[in-house]
């Protein structure tokens, strides 16, 4: 990979000063990725994840630990399942990748699975796109001739995404360069199939992961020349049932590509956020909480429900989001029918003629809720609030 630029090495110095010192940078992965993705407004997400920050303890040091995370017990299974798959220089994975996407290929025989190590996320990086450049000549070279189709498997690659500014180093299960020089992404995950179907909920969240790893992957391909094809269905592997015993699936990822590339293009820069920080701030958990909470909350949060499953900060932005009265914590579709209405107050206010343009579609319908609510009320004979009796009733 080519040196940084004086810019580039200014924000990297800058985003450690926001780190802490001497606190090491915690790499954003693939999940946490997708779910900055799904949440461009939050401009809090935004730099905590760009810096390197870890949330977790971030959210202790606040006093709203965090419950987010894979639990130990399904970390050692999920690790125990994937060796299971990649063994026998990954002969099942590759039988699976054959049956599932590419039937009209030469079964998998004596598949290449080039050596990865390097130096650091930048030598990995550069070491996969190497391996990925050769194997993808090798299959182009075997086309040309009478030999049996090449495959190759590469176990943990490293590939490089940018984002916001700042690249973000990504780590898939695998990638496997098919005969005909395309390249598939491969997720391998503890859950079961059963019945050859698994939990839709899961099956989306590693779609949305792996689309991830196919924009990067889609980086590294167009520098080929000629460039080489990402495929859109990834392989998601799974035990079968409720035994230990390798499944897969294709699934097609690309509308999960599409909004994932969406989003991320609309993410504010990390350089904006961090200019707009006073200088003295720093998000290092071994500060005083009052500095700490002072820092976090100079930069601004987009707190939604779906928070509480992808944020290790959720809890203390719900916190924060119920003290405000904001009305994001009653979610993002209440949110947007409310338009410029952004407090609790602010909506009963309007409710009840208190406040708010009449013209405005999002007080009309407040104010008609309100009276019909108050004409049900006094038909039922039960008290109608005073709040209620100050609507005037439909007509």
Same mark, same amino acid.
Not at 67 to 86: D, I, L, P, T, Y
Not at 241 to 263: C, E, G, I, M
Not at 352 to 358: K, L, M, T, V
């Given at each position: +990979?080519?040196?940084?630029?004086?810019?580039?090495?200014?924000?990297?110095?800058?985003?450690?000063?926001?780190?802490?010192? #001497?606190?090491?940078?915690?790499?954003?992965?693939?999940?946490?990725?997708?779910?900055?993705?799904?949440?461009?407004?939050?401009?809090?997400?935004? $730099?905590?994840?760009?810096?390197?920050?870890?949330?977790?303890?971030?959210? !202790?040091? =606040?006093?709203?630990?965090?419950?987010?995370?894979?639990?130990?017990? /399904? *970390?050692?299974?999920?690790?125990? *399942?994937?060796?299971?798959?990649?063994?026998?220089?990954?002969?099942?994975?590759?039988r699976l990748a054959h049956e599932k996407l590419d039937r009209a290929a030469e079964p998998p025989a004596g598949a290449s699975v080039p050596d990865l190590t390097a130096q650091g996320p930048e030598g990995r990086t550069a070491r996969t796109e190497l391996a990925l450049r050769e194997a993808t000549e090798a299959a182009r070279a075997t086309r040309?001739?009478? %030999?049996?189709? &090449?495959?190759?498997?590469?176990?943990?690659? +490293?590939?490089?995404?940018?984002?916001?500014?700042?690249?973000?180093?990504?780590?898939?299960?695998?990638?496997?360069?098919?005969?005909?020089?395309?390249?598939?992404?491969?997720? $391998?995950?503890? *859950?079961? +199939?059963?019945? @050859?179907?698994?939990?839709?909920?899961?099956?989306?969240?590693?779609?949305? #992961?792996?689309?991830?790893?196919?924009?990067?992957?889609?980086?590294?391909?167009?520098?080929?020349?000629?460039?080489?094809?990402?495929?859109?269905? $990834?392989?998601?592997?799974?035990?079968?049932? *409720? !035994?230990?015993?390798?499944?897969?699936?294709?699934?097609?990822?690309?509308? #999960?590509?599409?909004?994932?590339?969406? #989003?991320?293009?609309?993410?504010?820069? $990390?350089?904006?956020? /961090?200019?707009?920080?006073?200088?003295?701030?720093?998000? !290092?958990?071994? =500060?005083?909480?009052?500095? =700490?909470?002072?820092?976090?909350?100079?930069?601004?949060?987009?707190?939604?429900?779906?928070?509480?499953?992808?944020?290790?900060?959720?809890?203390?932005?719900?916190?924060?989001?119920?003290?405000? @009265?904001?009305?994001?914590?009653?979610?993002?579709?209440?949110?947007?029918?409310?338009? /410029?209405?952004?407090?609790?107050?602010?909506?009963?206010?309007? &409710?009840?003629?208190?406040?708010?343009?009449?013209?405005?579609?999002?007080?009309?319908?407040?104010?008609?809720?309100?009276?019909?609510?108050?004409?049900? =009320?006094?038909?039922?004979?039960?008290?109608?609030? %005073?709040?209620?009796?100050?609507?005037?009733?439909?007509?």
């Amino acid at each position: +990979m080519p040196p940084p630029r004086p810019r580039e090495k200014a924000l990297r110095h800058r985003l450690a000063e926001l780190r802490g010192p #001497q606190v090491p940078a915690k790499a954003l992965d693939a999940r946490a990725l997708a779910a900055l993705a799904a949440n461009p407004g939050c401009r809090r997400r935004a $730099i905590l994840d760009g810096a390197g920050v870890n949330k977790a303890a971030l959210a !202790s040091a =606040l006093g709203s630990p965090s419950v987010f995370g894979q639990s130990q017990f /399904a *970390f050692v299974r999920g690790n125990a *399942f994937e060796a299971k798959v990649k063994a026998d220089g990954g002969t099942e994975l590759l039988r699976l990748a054959h049956e599932k996407l590419d039937r009209a290929a030469e079964p998998p025989a004596g598949a290449s699975v080039p050596d990865l190590t390097a130096q650091g996320p930048e030598g990995r990086t550069a070491r996969t796109e190497l391996a990925l450049r050769e194997a993808t000549e090798a299959a182009r070279a075997t086309r040309s001739t009478d %030999a049996p189709g &090449a495959w190759t498997l590469l176990d943990h690659p +490293m590939l490089a995404l940018d984002v916001a500014g700042s690249p973000a180093f990504l780590e898939p299960d695998a990638v496997v360069v098919h005969p005909d020089g395309s390249w598939t992404v491969v997720e $391998i995950k503890s *859950f079961p +199939m059963l019945d @050859g179907a698994a939990d839709p909920a899961k099956v989306g969240a590693a779609a949305r #992961q792996a689309a991830v790893y196919v924009l990067a992957l889609e980086q590294v391909a167009a520098r080929l020349d000629p460039p080489s094809r990402v495929r859109h269905r $990834i392989l998601l592997v799974c035990p079968r049932d *409720f !035994s230990n015993l390798p499944t897969a699936s294709a699934v097609d990822v690309r509308k #999960q590509r599409a909004v994932t590339a969406r #989003q991320l293009d609309r993410l504010t820069r $990390i350089e904006e956020i /961090a200019d707009a920080l006073p200088e003295d701030t720093c998000f !290092s958990p071994e =500060l005083p909480a009052e500095r =700490l909470a002072a820092a976090v909350e100079s930069v601004p949060a987009a707190y939604a429900p779906e928070c509480l499953s992808a944020c290790e900060l959720a809890f203390h932005c719900r916190e924060r989001s119920r003290a405000a @009265g904001a009305v994001t914590r009653l979610g993002r579709p209440v949110r947007a029918e409310l338009g /410029a209405l952004t407090t609790v107050e602010d909506v009963l206010a309007a &409710a009840r003629g208190e406040a708010g343009d009449p013209d405005d579609p999002a007080v009309a319908a407040l104010r008609r809720a309100a009276a019909l609510r108050a004409e049900a =009320l006094a038909g039922t004979g039960a008290p109608v609030p %005073a709040a209620a009796r100050e609507v005037a009733p439909c007509r």
